[in-house]
């Protein structure tokens, strides 16, 4: 009888898409996804050189290279590597992108949220990353999540995880202090802000991690979670991204 009413759902959510067809989130076109074809097909595919680290634009002057990697690298994560090994980001955090992580995360449109996670999973699979283990959000203060009622991370970390084959766990990383947002302070600010804002609940030892976040600004709080990820035992933390800023 439930495997009859699920059918009986999709079937009249199917049709309900149909008769009353979305607006698109961009342009503003008649469309039954979040992104109608032509800005879906526009949007993902910029052609851009990233930090492999921390996934940074890089122009053909930044570009650095380890001795026994390929793949470019800023001079500030040659110079100073983070905790983090690796970065994948979508797009630039910037118009009209930058809409759909406002619409997530203060409008809680979740639909922004499978749409991030659909293409950062075809991202991965066009890498030649390892598969993580667990994916993990990163998490949000109590008060926040009170005040949101939801985390915009894990909107993100859960269709990302079930369409790679491999769990999700929110309850690995807790935020344990509420920290002012990130977006008003500086880099060294943002460094302090975080540093001890983390705690880990469940076993990482030897194990890859993938860490999903919705923005990527200065990279102080994948680095501050990384670190604790480290000391708790994790071999490698990945960060999945949505959308990374040009510049801190």
């Not at 910029?46 to 890089?58: F, G, N, Q, S």
């Not at 923005?215 to 990945?238: N, Q």
Request: proline share 6%; net charge positive.
């Amino acid at each position: 009888m439930p495997s009859r009413v699920r059918k009986f759902a999709s079937t009249i959510k199917r049709l309900t898409d149909i008769a009353l067809p979305n607006q698109c989130a961009l342009c503003g076109n008649l469309s039954q996804e979040l992104l109608c074809e032509g800005c879906d097909a526009q949007y993902w595919n910029e052609p851009r050189l990233r930090c492999a680290t921390c996934a940074l634009p890089l122009g053909a002057s930044d570009m650095r290279r380890e001795r026994d990697d390929t793949r470019a690298h800023c001079a500030a994560c040659l110079e100073s590597p983070p905790a983090f090994n690796d970065t994948l980001a979508l797009a630039d955090y910037r118009a009209p992108l930058d809409t759909l992580a406002v619409e997530l995360k203060f409008r809680a449109r979740l639909a922004a949220g499978e749409t991030f996670a659909r293409n950062l999973h075809a991202l991965f699979e066009d890498s030649d990353l390892p598969v993580p283990d667990v994916i993990v959000p990163v998490p949000l203060s109590r008060a926040r999540i009170v005040a949101r009622g939801y985390n915009q991370a894990w909107a993100i970390a859960r269709p990302l995880a079930r369409s790679m084959g491999v769990p999700s766990d929110a309850s690995i990383v807790a935020r344990v202090r509420h920290t002012s947002a990130q977006s008003r302070l500086d880099q060294d600010a943002r460094r302090r802000n975080v540093a001890s804002a983390f705690s880990i609940s469940g076993d990482v030892r030897g194990k890859h991690v993938g860490v999903v976040d919705d923005v990527m600004t200065s990279g102080a709080t994948l680095d501050a979670l990384a670190r604790m990820l480290k000391l708790a035992g994790a071999r490698r933390v990945t960060n999945f991204v949505a959308l990374r800023t040009p510049k801190d």
